[in-house]
């Protein structure tokens, strides 16, 4: 007789979201439901009717924590449709500008992980805020990591979160040679840090692989060695940039994109049936509350080529670079290789850089309604925003974002694991969820016209 | 009070033969900048440097002494130095920054310091404000009109304008000197000018005029515990000549008669507007 358990809120991700879980006897998960539950944002109807240059710039709100990423798949998006190419430099820059988002987003998420994890050897949980060592150090490399992150985002970009610099046909303003040498200072001192902290988060991941158990709320349970194990296929556009329909052989495709309404595809209404109230923090929702994954989730589900799909470290890695390792902590692994990549494509980008070259494209056409799309791979995965701007005002615009890619996959991997550890999966994935909220177009036989806009 | 809250009052000029050339009095904005420059305590300048109309101001970022002597002198006009405050500190890539300013730039500056919104990663990265004396300002059209017009001289050919002596001076290439009486360039004034209560940059680190000391001397008000060091240390290292205020003419009690002077005006306007220059109400206050 399975029963019917919910965590929520869960958290140490951003965003609101919640897990309804269907578990049997022995607690392990025979379906998984995670969904979102933070309300819908609208920017992509905001974005209607507005000039082309504004509407990266709201895109950007959606979040804080990868602005970057929205921004400059916005701002491609645009360039797409109305087909703007950029100067080389230009895209040098928006390069540095992606690496460092992704720098300080990483580095963000360990803070977020850590607690999970256990200190090799001992049976203790790390808390990264202890004042203690050899914890205190790992805090402050991140802390540093963050900076180093941050900083190169403002200098590049104008702003560390928010970025003003980016625009349709290029960037505002090139760096004065200060500036690059400031960056490729900060990108050579993060460097040795990154190589330093990728080899310590492998080590302590690693470390929660071996071994037998975890403690949650006071119980010790057994990690599954096939913790967060699903048979999805991958998505990436890109090891660390991106895509867009303006290139050459575009490695994204619309035609391979459907969605479907949360309705489909989550469970109905459901009782529950189990509560923990040790969990922590404060347990899980009473039994006997209903819960309606099918009403309640915020999002759309996207399929590629009728599956859901992992975006994310791991699919750049596996896409490109023959990466093979599955589950939640293969993911994690895959998120601290991508360290010192981003560093060395800082330095080359800001070697390559010429300060005193022109980085806006000589002519910005206005668009004549055409659709255009660009994939950007964000920290969390592939962030694919779509639009169709004609006479500088944009027509249509929508956000496919990684989180959103993520949920349903995410819900297939929880499948097999004790209940209790199916937040340590969900936070494999680093949820960022408030831009994964997202309307979805239905026409009137309630069936969906998103297919329709690419003809 | 009108002179706000300062250290020490000296007369000063810069030792340096190179900057005194095409300084407006005493160089002392361009040889403070410059020497602060030279010891690493700043890493470049936001100043008002020379854009391709003559006399009309630009902000921009001095990273060399060379930019710096390029700005040296005074122009009477508008320039919006803030406008660079966040740049300077982005794409130019400076982490201790200079910038010179009129009072109410200077109050901007402040008032960013304390309320960073919009500023993020800019407070803390401003190591030397030097604020300078102000009366009014004209809008570039208006200097265009006292010069052109009213003193029947082509601006291209003006090498310095001035004011002081209870007139407007210009001085041109050719050596001829016009004078207008203060009186006809007041109607050129920006109507902003109007309401503002500081002559001489109050929260400035160091604020510098030529009112009170001779020609070729400035005033100079040392005002903040970081201006004070930075100016002990320019004056250990000879970038100054200084003489105590008390010593000079007309000394600080023109600054202070000066100062005294726009701050009642201005209160006046102040008190005026509410009355004379709208339907006859006070204007809403945007605040409540």
């Known amino acids: 007789m399975s029963k019917v358990v919910e965590i929520s809120p869960t958290t140490r991700h951003e965003g609101h979201s919640k897990l309804v879980l269907k578990v049997n006897d022995d607690g392990i998960v025979e379906r998984g439901d995670w969904l979102s539950i933070t309300p819908v944002r609208g920017i992509e109807k905001l974005a209607i009717g507005k000039t082309m240059e504004q509407v990266p710039k709201i895109a950007s709100r959606v979040c804080g924590i990868c602005p970057i990423a929205h921004t400059l798949a916005g701002v491609e998006s645009m360039e797409a449709s109305i087909g703007c190419e950029i100067p080389e430099d230009a895209f040098l820059l928006r390069m540095m500008l992606q690496c460092a988002n992704r720098i300080h987003s990483h580095a963000l998420h360990n803070i977020l992980t850590l607690p999970d994890m256990y200190l090799p050897g001992t049976d203790t949980k790390i808390n990264p805020f202890t004042p203690e060592e050899p914890v205190r150090s790992v805090a402050k490399r991140i802390q540093t990591l963050r900076m180093v992150g941050q900083t190169i985002g403002e200098i590049v970009g104008g702003e560390a979160i928010h970025p003003s610099n980016p625009r349709v046909g290029g960037m505002y303003k090139n760096l004065s040679p200060r500036g690059r040498a400031k960056v490729l200072d900060l990108a050579k001192m993060g460097l040795p840090l990154a190589r330093e902290h990728m080899e310590f988060m492998i080590a302590i991941l690693r470390n929660y692989q071996k071994r037998d158990w975890a403690e949650v709320g006071g119980k010790e349970i057994p990690i599954p060695k096939d913790l967060g194990y699903h048979n999805q296929g991958y998505m990436a556009a890109d090891t660390a940039y991106g895509s867009s329909s303006l290139d050459e052989n575009p490695r994204w495709f619309p035609e391979r994109w459907t969605e479907v309404r949360p309705w489909d595809w989550y469970m109905g209404e459901e009782e529950i049936t189990l509560e923990d109230p040790s969990y922590p923090v404060g347990g899980t929702t009473k039994a006997g509350t209903k819960a309606w994954p099918q009403m309640e989730a915020c999002t759309g589900v996207p399929l590629y080529d009728g599956q859901p799909v992992e975006v994310g470290p791991r699919a750049r890695l596996v896409e490109f670079k023959n990466y093979d390792e599955k589950g939640a902590i293969g993911l994690q692994i895959a998120r601290q290789m991508e360290y010192m990549d981003c560093f060395y494509k800082i330095i080359e980008a800001a070697d390559a850089l010429d300060c005193s070259a022109s980085v806006v494209a000589d002519e910005i056409p206005q668009g004549d309604g055409s659709i255009g799309w660009a994939a950007n791979e964000a920290p969390r995965g592939c962030d694919v925003h779509l639009a169709k701007v004609r006479n500088g005002k944009v027509e249509y615009y929508s956000m496919l974002v990684p989180t959103t890619w993520n949920f349903p996959t995410c819900s297939r991997a929880l499948v097999g694991a004790p209940w209790q550890l199916t937040e340590v999966i969900m936070r494999a994935y680093d949820p960022c969820v408030s831009c994964a909220t997202h309307m979805i177009v239905l026409d009137e036989d309630k069936r969906l016209v998103a297919e329709k806009l690419l003809e | ?288």
């Open chain 2, 1 to 288: 009070m009108v002179l706000g809250n300062y250290k020490q009052a000296v007369a000063a000029r810069s030792t340096d033969p190179d900057i005194l050339r095409k300084s407006q009095d005493g160089g002392i904005v361009t040889q403070l900048f410059a020497y602060a420059l030279d010891a690493g305590i700043i890493d470049g300048a936001i100043v008002a440097g020379q854009s391709d109309e003559p006399f009309k101001p630009e902000p921009m970022v001095a990273t060399t002494r060379e930019e710096l002597l390029a700005a040296r002198g005074t122009r009477y006009s508008i320039s919006p130095n803030m406008s660079l405050i966040k740049e300077v500190t982005r794409s130019y890539g400076l982490d201790k920054v200079g910038v010179v300013g009129t009072p109410c730039q200077m109050q901007a500056l402040r008032k960013g310091q304390l309320y960073p919104v919009g500023l993020r990663d800019v407070a803390d990265k401003i190591a030397l404000a030097v604020g300078i004396f102000c009366m009014e300002n004209f809008p570039y059209q208006g200097i265009l009109q006292l010069v052109e017009d009213h003193g029947a001289t082509a601006l291209e050919n003006v090498s310095k304008l001035d004011i002081g002596k209870g007139k407007f001076w210009i001085y041109t290439e050719r050596g001829a000197t016009v004078q207008l009486p203060l009186k006809v360039t007041h109607k050129y004034e920006q109507p902003g000018c109007h309401v503002c209560l500081d002559y001489v940059a109050n929260l400035a680190d160091i604020s510098t005029g030529s009112v009170g000391t001779p020609d070729g001397w400035s005033t100079v008000f040392v005002r903040s515990a970081k201006g004070d060091d930075i100016w002990a240390k320019a004056i250990a290292a000879g970038a100054f000549e200084t003489k105590p205020i008390d010593s000079v003419k007309p000394g600080l009690e023109l600054v202070t008669k000066l100062a005294t002077e726009k701050i009642t005006k201005n209160q006046q306007f102040i008190e005026d507007r509410k009355t004379k220059f709208t339907v006859g109400k006070e204007l809403r206050n945007p605040y409540i």
